[in-house]
């Protein structure tokens, strides 16, 4: 598999233009001059990577809207005699969201042809407990992340509706600033977040289980998976249980085209592929999108992403999500 460098974390590298005194820093005029655009985009890099990752679920695509963004705003921002921007976070984030949404379109004609089913890009940070490092992931996860699952959900939602439930939900902008962002009026923006509010609430519970009872559970079933043991399977599993394996027609060991469902289709494939397709990987517990989750190595390469999610009272397994496209563990360190 061919790696690639993970994103950098930074502003792109371009030059600033914008103007630059030589006095000395002592001096009062040098200690306020105006900071350069590369300042300002750095300054709110992390929170717009979470928007626009939360939008379009993807790493790559991601990336591609900051540069946009980027491109922007350094362009306004040194444009000579230009009027000074006032609030310059509210300016970005409504480039980036704006961009995301013109992006969508492209993403969703990816996906109509995409061979089986799609999963987000996962953002694969450190183990839990162990110290943040400055990883693509990881500087995303400063911010504000949502589970696997809830990406999944958010999918199905209009791009309107997704960006405007990530908005409110997700970073808590009110609806008035929201309708500033995409040029609507609040009472427009009122009835989107209603409607994608329901709509994800009537597919996933509002109260989940601690990142503690995540990790005992996820290791529990690793344990039974490459175990073959199916009865500890049947026992962990809910009977609703769905399971999805993204190999994006590259992975081996692909489960299929279609997603699994029902307890006892889903433990008895698992325990005919998982003993034989896990011999020789390493199984690292690392952090998901927020959420404590399953990093299968073959030796050094990432092999598969594996996430769980979880009934409310945290008992069962009621979703299975495997990301094995080596695509989108390209950045997975």
Known sequence: MTHHPPPDPRPPAVSDDSPQTSEPASDPVAARRQPTATE??????ELLFSLVYNMLGG???????????WLSWSTRY??????????????????????ALAHQAAVTRRRETYPGPWLPEPLVGSAPGAPVE??????????????????VI??????LERGVFVLHEVFGYPHTEIARIFDRTPAAIRQLAHRAREHVHARRPRFQPTAHVRQQVTERFMAAALGGDLDALLEILAPEVVMCT???????????????RGRDSVARLITAIAPTSGAGLDVAFRSVNGDPAVLLLAGDAPYAVLVLDLTPDGDRVRGIYAVANPDKLSHVD
């Open 40 to 45: 300002v985009f750095h300054d709110h890099r």
């Open 59 to 69: 790493i790559a695509d991601t990336e591609d809207v900051l540069q946009e963004t």
């Open 78 to 99: 040194q444009a000579p005699h230009a009027p000074s921007i006032e609030g310059p976070r509210a300016y970005l984030v409504r480039i980036a969201v704006n961009r």
């Open 134 to 151: 400055d990883d693509v992931a990881d500087v995303a996860l400063r911010g504000e992340s949502v589970s696997m699952a809830l990406m």
């Open 154 to 159: 958010l999918q199905t939602l209009t791009p």
């Open 246 to 260: 993204d190999g994006g027609g590259k992975a081996r060991g692909s489960t299929g085209r279609h997603p699994v």
